[in-house]
């Protein structure tokens, strides 16, 4: 990203990948200029630090065929050795098999307190007409991911995790860092514990 608003970007936290939209300027006589924008349905989102694999979305596309499916996510993988990622060290091979952001090899509906309570943001894709829009609360740093799940089960929208669809994360592997990392998740428990009283997700510990 370049020009001013690369320079601008460059001075924040905000990243600059954003859901394909469409800009729109709207004038009429007698009031102030309007600048908006619109985004498709079924809009992905991404973290930039993801890779998805070949074919990732045509099987996640074809759970918002249902109308009722507001959400859906793929598997987070740790990123193929043989392409220069993944294993690095004792805590790259931990994350390889036994990441929190890996929910496993068997699909199923995300639902509250059960298997699968929440997906990981680093990828999904959501239905716009599901989130109206706000999707991600900004007021949530942390456990933002969590939050729209718990929001959108309350609104009555179906879920589903599809771990056909495979998304490598560049996890991080630095034994500091990774600590780090798990201590600011831990931090996402209170404000979601105010917000959604017993509808958090249950601690998992894996060996």
Known sequence: MDGPVGDLVSRTDISPMRPA????LLAVPGYE???THLFREGT???DSDVVPEPGWLPPLLAH???PAVGL?????VAPDPERGGGLRGAVGRYEAVRSS???GPDPALIVPRSRVAYVPSAAMLVRVSAVGPVSFDPRMHVAEDVDLVLRLHAAGWAMRFEP???VAHDH???PGEWLRRKAFYGTGAAPLARRHPGGGPPGILSP
């Open 21 to 24: 939209h469409i800009h729109f």
């Open 33 to 35: 200029p309007l600048i």
């Open 44 to 46: 992905e989102f991404l």
């Open 164 to 166: 056909v669809a495979r």
């Open 64 to 66: 918002l065929a249902d």
């Open 72 to 76: 859906v996510a793929p598997r987070i």
């Open 172 to 174: 991080r592997t630095h």
């Open 101 to 103: 952001l890996d929910l």
